[in-house]
């Protein structure tokens, strides 16, 4: 937009769309017809002034055109009316924006109560630019002179300066710029609305209303700063936009402050919770733009001075906005609610808020939530992160130091949900005690986990690692489970392990082998095949019985074999050297006898 494009009193409306029971600020599209301009459910007006005067004498000429405007209480034609309002509205943002304070105060016996509505919000918007107490207790008057003269939209003007403040804020910080490009907007605004479940079509169009919220924004301040779009590229009007000292945001809270005094009961609960809300957003809309300490300099004493105010004043959403804010990463903004819940003693849910940073991998976020909120319920996050393989948590929560019933409980997460990665990374940080005590427990909740299907790939990890460290302790652990009568062990689990790692598989996989064997042996003596096998070198016989199971066990990563697949190789092995001490060899003892006997070009 044009730097002289003045956009402080465009009009738009604010919605709230509740997805997964947490409000966003929404703002709806500007009505079309001139009514809906000015009605009192919108929170923005359209342009009143296209162009900056650039000339003390141009502003006083544009200025008195409102003397000879029609005065809007005698208005009858809606032509007229229409007129009438915009003269007045141009008149008396010129004289607001050049201190002109007489002026200003002059213009309002002109207006009817919408348009000194649509005047307050003006007003209250240029308090977040206050740079002197004198501009100060002008403004305050002019609050006041307007109130008195009958405007009552105190929750209109609240919401709208209170989504502006933080902007400002945002803005002081070299965070956004003020012509941030539509496409920036839109990216931004589609990676905060993807996260909700809903309609696309619905939140496409929500995307789209938030982004002329936010233009309408972004633009007002560029009116009121006037510095290039880019923090990266050091100006002369680059240092109009400093950040606010403490002493300008006090001034700025003051000038709230005082019109929060003076709209008193006109507002609700309701009301400041909305404000709330809408001075958090942006600040979690552009959560990844902030630099770490942001919370503790001079641009966040303004936001956290206005969200401590509205608190008092009887927001309620503290620990709504604080969960959001945890959920999307914004940990600048973590840092603000949780010095407001202490200062205001309140509970904010830490825990929680955890648990969200975590669903959404802010692993910065959880770090201050624990480091400065005192967050200490690592389990559910952590078997969360385990279960959906989420990597980067799971290392955190580990090194951030779990007891060890969570990283066993994590392990069988892991397991059951399939995650063969975390089920590594986790295994060998589980003490072995804990693994022997609760080895029958861990591979039935790994399979009751895993809802009864039919893929165990968890439970055959487990297996196949050899995680009690010690062969016969982990077959019978396997076999245990497989003939178990307990009810609470899902059927196809019991199935699975009963065909493949009981003691009954490893006898019917000898049985097979022995069966093979002697198949083997009878081609071998009455084959008629006119390419007798007893006519091929042994070597090449035994490749043609065996080498097809050597290469399948070959192929395994495993330190364990399944029951079935060893009683075969026992088999095969006992025939060639080993008897029945074979029975007790590990893998890369039975595949060494089968190397030494098949040729060496198969192996």
Request: net charge negative; glycine share 6%.
């Given at each position: 937009?044009?730097?002289?494009?003045?956009?402080?009193?465009?009009?738009?409306?604010?919605?709230?769309?509740?997805?997964?029971?947490?409000?966003?600020?929404?703002?709806?599209?500007?009505?079309?017809?001139?009514?809906?301009?000015?009605?009192?459910?919108?929170?923005?007006?359209?342009?009143?002034?296209?162009?900056?005067?650039?000339?003390?004498?141009?502003?006083?000429?544009?200025?008195?055109?409102?003397?000879?405007?029609?005065?809007?209480?005698?208005?009858?034609?809606?032509?007229?009316?229409?007129?009438?309002?915009?003269?007045?509205?141009?008149s008396f943002h010129l004289a607001v924006?050049?201190?002109?304070?007489?002026l200003a105060e002059s213009l309002l016996p002109?207006?009817?109560?919408?348009?000194?509505?649509?005047?307050?919000?003006?007003?209250?918007?240029?308090?977040?630019?206050?740079?002197?107490?004198?501009?100060?207790?002008?403004?305050?008057?002019?609050?006041?002179?307007?109130?008195?003269?009958?405007?009552?939209?105190?929750?209109?003007?609240?919401?709208?300066?209170?989504?502006?403040?933080?902007?400002?804020?945002?803005?002081?910080?070299?965070?956004?710029?003020?012509?941030?490009?539509?496409?920036?907007?839109?990216?931004?605004?589609?990676?905060?609305?993807?996260?909700?479940?809903?309609?696309?079509?619905?939140?496409?169009?929500?995307?789209?209303?938030?982004?002329?919220?936010?233009?309408?924004?972004?633009?007002?301040?560029?009116?009121?700063?006037?510095?290039?779009?880019?923090?990266?590229?050091?100006?002369?009007?680059?240092?109009?936009?400093?950040?606010?000292?403490?002493?300008?945001?006090?001034?700025?809270?003051?000038?709230?402050?005082?019109?929060?005094?003076?709209?008193?009961?006109?507002?609700?609960?309701?009301?400041?919770?909305?404000?709330?809300?809408?001075?958090?957003?942006?600040?979690?809309?552009?959560?990844?733009?902030?630099?770490?300490?942001?919370?503790?300099?001079?641009?966040?004493?303004?936001?956290?001075?206005?969200?401590?105010?509205?608190?008092?004043?009887?927001?309620?959403?503290?620990?709504?906005?604080?969960?959001?804010?945890?959920?999307?990463?914004?940990?600048?903004?973590?840092?603000?609610?949780?010095?407001?819940?202490?200062?205001?003693?309140?509970?904010?849910?830490?825990?929680?808020?955890?648990?969200?940073?975590?669903?959404?991998?802010?692993?910065?976020?959880?770090?201050?939530?624990?480091?400065?909120?005192?967050?200490?319920?690592?389990?559910?996050?952590?078997?969360?992160?385990?279960?959906?393989?989420?990597?980067?948590?799971?290392?955190?929560?580990?090194?951030?130091?779990?007891?060890?019933?969570?990283?066993?409980?994590?392990?069988?997460?892991?397991?059951?949900?399939?995650?063969?990665?975390?089920?590594?990374?986790?295994?060998?940080?589980?003490?072995?005690?804990?693994?022997?005590?609760?080895?029958?427990?861990?591979?039935?909740?790994?399979?009751?986990?895993?809802?009864?299907?039919?893929?165990?790939?968890?439970?055959?990890?487990?297996?196949?690692?050899?995680?009690?460290?010690?062969?016969?302790?982990?077959?019978?652990?396997?076999?245990?489970?497989?003939?178990?009568?307990?009810?609470?062990?899902?059927?196809?689990?019991?199935?699975?392990?009963?065909?493949?790692?009981?003691?009954?598989?490893?006898?019917?996989?000898?049985?097979?082998?022995?069966?093979?064997?002697?198949?083997?042996?009878?081609?071998?003596?009455?084959?008629?095949?006119?390419?007798?096998?007893?006519?091929?070198?042994?070597?090449?016989?035994?490749?043609?019985?065996?080498?097809?199971?050597?290469?399948?066990?070959?192929?395994?990563?495993?330190?364990?074999?399944?029951?079935?697949?060893?009683?075969?190789?026992?088999?095969?092995?006992?025939?060639?050297?080993?008897?029945?001490?074979?029975?007790?060899?590990?893998?890369?003892?039975?595949?060494?006898?089968?190397?030494?006997?098949?040729?060496?070009?198969?192996?």
């Open positions: 937009m044009h730097s002289e494009e003045n956009p402080s009193c465009s009009t738009m409306e604010i919605d709230h769309q509740i997805e997964d029971n947490k409000s966003i600020p929404i703002p709806n599209s500007p009505g079309k017809d001139e009514e809906e301009i000015i009605s009192t459910n919108t929170i923005f007006s359209n342009p009143l002034i296209s162009k900056i005067p650039k000339s003390e004498q141009e502003t006083e000429e544009l200025l008195l055109q409102a003397q000879s405007s029609y005065c809007l209480t005698d208005a009858r034609d809606r032509k007229m009316y229409r007129y009438g309002r915009n003269q007045l509205g141009r924006i050049s201190h002109n304070w007489d002109m207006a009817d109560v919408q348009t000194l509505n649509h005047l307050l919000c003006m007003t209250l918007d240029f308090i977040w630019f206050l740079t002197s107490r004198h501009d100060l207790c002008r403004i305050t008057s002019l609050i006041r002179a307007i109130v008195d003269g009958g405007a009552n939209d105190f929750m209109r003007a609240m919401l709208r300066t209170a989504f502006l403040a933080s902007c400002v804020s945002a803005y002081q910080s070299n965070l956004i710029g003020s012509s941030e490009d539509k496409s920036f907007l839109a990216q931004r605004l589609q990676e905060r609305l993807k996260e909700y479940n809903g309609d696309d079509c619905l939140k496409a169009e929500a995307s789209t209303k938030v982004q002329k919220f936010m233009e309408w924004a972004l633009t007002c301040i560029s009116f009121h700063y006037r510095r290039p779009s880019s923090p990266k590229q050091p100006s002369d009007t680059a240092r109009l936009a400093a950040p606010a000292g403490e002493s300008e945001a006090q001034l700025r809270l003051s000038a709230f402050g005082f019109f929060l005094d003076l709209a008193g009961e006109n507002l609700s609960g309701k009301d400041f919770t909305e404000a709330f809300d809408a001075a958090c957003f942006p600040l979690t809309l552009f959560s990844s733009l902030f630099d770490p300490g942001w919370s503790s300099g001079p641009p966040a004493a303004m936001i956290q001075g206005l969200l401590g105010l509205l608190v008092e004043w009887g927001a309620d959403n503290v620990n709504q906005c604080f969960l959001e804010a945890s959920r999307f990463g914004s940990t600048e903004l973590v840092r603000i609610l949780l010095q407001i819940a202490r200062d205001n003693s309140l509970d904010v849910d830490v825990d929680l808020a955890l648990g969200f940073a975590s669903h959404y991998c802010r692993t910065s976020t959880m770090e201050c939530l624990v480091e400065e909120g005192n967050a200490g319920s690592f389990l559910g996050p952590l078997m969360r992160a385990a279960e959906r393989g989420c990597m980067p948590v799971v290392t955190w929560f580990v090194q951030r130091g779990c007891r060890d019933m969570e990283l066993c409980l994590a392990l069988t997460g892991a397991a059951s949900a399939g995650k063969i990665d975390i089920a590594s990374y986790l295994l060998p940080k589980v003490p072995q005690n804990v693994l022997a005590t609760l080895a029958v427990e861990i591979i039935k909740a790994a399979g009751e986990r895993t809802g009864g299907g039919t893929s165990f790939d968890g439970v055959e990890f487990l297996l196949k690692s050899n995680f009690l460290q010690d062969p016969s302790a982990t077959y019978d652990v396997a076999d245990c489970v497989a003939t178990s009568d307990d009810k609470t062990v899902v059927p196809d689990l019991r199935d699975f392990l009963r065909e493949n790692w009981s003691r009954e598989a490893f006898n019917e996989g000898l049985r097979e082998g022995d069966e093979h064997f002697l198949n083997l042996v009878r081609v071998y003596e009455r084959g008629e095949s006119e390419i007798l096998l007893a006519d091929l070198p042994n070597e090449l016989v035994l490749a043609i019985g065996y080498l097809e199971l050597y290469r399948e066990v070959a192929r395994m990563d495993a330190e364990l074999l399944p029951q079935k697949i060893r009683g075969l190789i026992v088999s095969a092995v006992r025939r060639f050297e080993g008897g029945e001490a074979a029975a007790s060899w590990g893998k890369e003892e039975l595949l060494e006898v089968l190397r030494r006997n098949l040729p060496r070009f198969f192996v």
